[in-house]
């Protein structure tokens, strides 16, 4: 089976690096098919983190190639500096990571404009301020979008920088006048020495994911944030610009759909958010409340951004809808551990709106902000469970409530994670 996609099932944030890292050594290739570098991931090895937000998981592992695909935006100064950190952390990267050539690429013009667009008042999404959207902006409209191989002919990039940074001046003069303006020449100066540094990792990846195929190579597909993010089934417009659920791998990557026979669906064992729009489980209570207990066990801040997330009870009609939509096989349950200690935990079983119970999932944000959650009370648990290891060694509550989990999701539970470090994990 060549193929195995790990995606969240919720508003992003779940873990997944965890899961790819574990994973790792039974594949040969880890390839991120969305996103840029606003899909923050952790991942813990003996204690150390090591934090990525655009370059796959996969890097971690010595015996993995990690590819960025097509579908992903690139940032070519984050490139650099996650590579100079790992380097630093004694991961040697030469021949061990690639980038598609036709990925496309993230200028500051593009953060300005999502600056400027994102400091009002009203029609605010609450992004990461990193460019991902107007960059997608550009390669949806074709015109003014510039791919990452084109930064590897530096007469080309100024030409195409000479047509294009005028136009960018206009848009963002007329959004803002307190609006920074850019230099053609300028940008293809500073865009020529990151092509420099890039250079050795660019190629045709969809040429070379097609010949790993042929020779039977393991494939790992890494999803960025959620799928209830995703630009199409995601809670609209409150989204990311991608298809984050594993439809996304065909476009974004070049492999199709027939070559993943896997999808594992990855949850916390709440639930989180960053941005603006609707959580209808949300824990607002203050902060000396719930949610911000859980905020502070879970170091539920933002990886990218450092921005506190937004917390509340696990939805499962949310996650049973967008394992639906995956068409998710099995499911994990991540930071289970940071349930631990509270007397009784609530499950989200169904919702009403409008005065009328429904089990289904709303994803229109101006529906889903009008439902009203029904919840399940269970038991909670106050042992330390980090240092679990077995289903046996969980208390008799906190086995009742991945069993409730999986029975309301309808999937199996394959792993369970009681901590950051690999080895705190269950495989079920």
């Known amino acids: 089976m060549p193929g195995t996609c790990v995606v969240g099932l919720q508003w992003g944030d779940e873990a997944k690096g965890k899961i790819v890292d574990l994973l790792g050594d039974g594949f040969d290739l880890v390839v991120r098919y969305n996103g840029g570098a606003n899909a923050g991931h952790t991942v813990v090895v003996n204690g150390k983190s090591f934090k990525l937000s655009l370059l796959p998981t996969g890097v971690i592992r010595p015996n993995v190639t990690s590819v960025i695909g097509n579908g992903v935006v690139v940032y070519p100064p ?30 500051p013009y593009h953060m300005e404009e999502e600056r400027v667009l994102e400091s ?10 990193r460019g991902i959207g107007p960059c997608y902006q550009d390669k949806v409209g074709r015109r ?20 294009i940074v005028p136009h960018k001046n206009k848009v963002l003069a007329a959004l803002s006048s307190s609006a920074k303006a850019f230099d053609a020449d300028q940008l293809a100066a500073e865009y020529g020495a990151y092509a420099d540094r890039l250079r050795p990792f660019v190629r045709d990846t969809a040429l070379y994911l097609h010949d790993a195929l042929k020779s039977n190579k393991r494939f790992i597909f890494e999803a960025a944030q959620g799928s209830l993010l995703d630009v199409d089934h995601g809670t609209f417009p409150f989204v990311t610009s991608s298809s984050s659920l594993p439809s ?9 759909a027939k070559f993943v026979h896997r999808i594992i669906g990855v949850v916390k064992a709440y639930t989180s958010r960053v941005g603006q729009g609707p959580f209808p489980t949300e824990l607002d209570d203050g902060p000396d409340g719930l949610g911000e207990r859980i905020r502070k066990i879970g170091r539920e801040y ?22 639906a939509l995956s068409g998710a096989d099995e499911i994990t349950i991540m930071l289970l551990d940071v349930l631990s200690g509270l007397p009784e935990l609530k499950i989200c079983t169904g919702y ?16 889903l902000e009008r439902v009203k959650p029904v919840y399940e009370t269970v038991p909670g648990w106050s042992e330390d469970i980090t240092k679990a290891r077995s289903l046996s060694d969980l208390p008799a509550a906190a086995r009742q409530y991945i069993d409730r989990v999986a029975e309301l999701v309808g999937l199996k539970v394959s792993v369970v994670s009681v901590g950051p470090d690999r080895e705190q994990t269950i495989m079920v």
Do not use: C, N, Q
Not at 248 to 256: K, L
């Open 352 to 367: 009403e709106l409008d005065g009328e119970r429904i089990g289904y999932f709303p994803s229109d944000a101006y529906l």
């Open 78 to 107: 984050r490139f650099i500096e996650e590579m100079e950190s790992l380097a630093k952390g004694g991961i040697d990267l030469a021949g061990k990571l690639f980038v598609s050539d036709h990925a496309h690429v993230i200028f």
């Open 144 to 163: 003014f979008a510039i791919r990452v191989g084109e930064l590897l002919r530096p007469e080309h990039l100024r030409e195409r920088l000479k047509f």
């Open 120 to 129: 009002g008042t009203e029609g605010k999404i609450g992004t990461t301020g």
């Open 302 to 323: 933002g990886t990218v951004t450092g921005r506190p997330r937004r917390v509340g009870w696990l939805d499962a009609v949310a996650v049973r809808h967008t394992a």
């Open 248 to 256: 996304g791998i065909w476009g974004g990557t070049g492999v199709p």
